[in-house]
Nanobody
Framework: QVQLVESGGGLVQAGGSLRLSCAAS????????MGWFRQAPGKEREFVAG???????DIADSAKGRFTISRDNAKNTMYLQMNSVKPEDTAVYYC?????????????????????WGQGTQVTVSS
């Protein structure tokens, strides 16, 4: 059974930084692509960033130049470094993982391509 546990959320002032972590257990981490999504109150879940099993990354336009996604396969952990945060970044952030190894879907931004989800961590950005 795959388990994903997010941590690192909290309250931060606009312009500040935060690093989210997603610890994975239950299978060989390095063979699977993963991603970060977020959902703000009253809004649909949206893609933030993804990292493929190869290490290639994809970043949503709203996060480009500010957020960086990375992974440490030795630690079975994925990260989201959030810099220059804005109030509109306020949301619950979820990490997700594909259900198949070496899978790189064209629609990497689509949450339906991910089989496993964490419980989420709240990020609140004050103005």
């Amino acid at each position: 059974q795959v388990q994903l546990v997010e941590s690192g959320g909290g309250l931060v002032q606009a312009g500040g930084s935060l690093r989210l972590s997603c610890a994975a257990s239950g299978r060989s981490f390095s063979m699977y692509g993963m991603g970060w999504f977020r959902q703000a109150p009253g809004k649909e879940r949206e893609f933030v960033a993804g990292i493929r099993w190869s290490g290639d990354t994809d970043i949503a336009d709203s996060a480009k130049g500010r957020f960086t996604i990375s992974r440490d396969n030795a630690k079975n952990t994925m990260y989201l470094q959030m810099n220059s945060v804005k109030p509109e970044d306020t949301a619950v952030y979820y990490c997700a993982a594909h259900g198949r190894s070496y899978y790189s879907p064209i629609a990497y931004w689509d949450g339906r391509e991910y089989a496993y989800w964490g419980q989420g961590t709240q990020v609140t950005v004050s103005s």
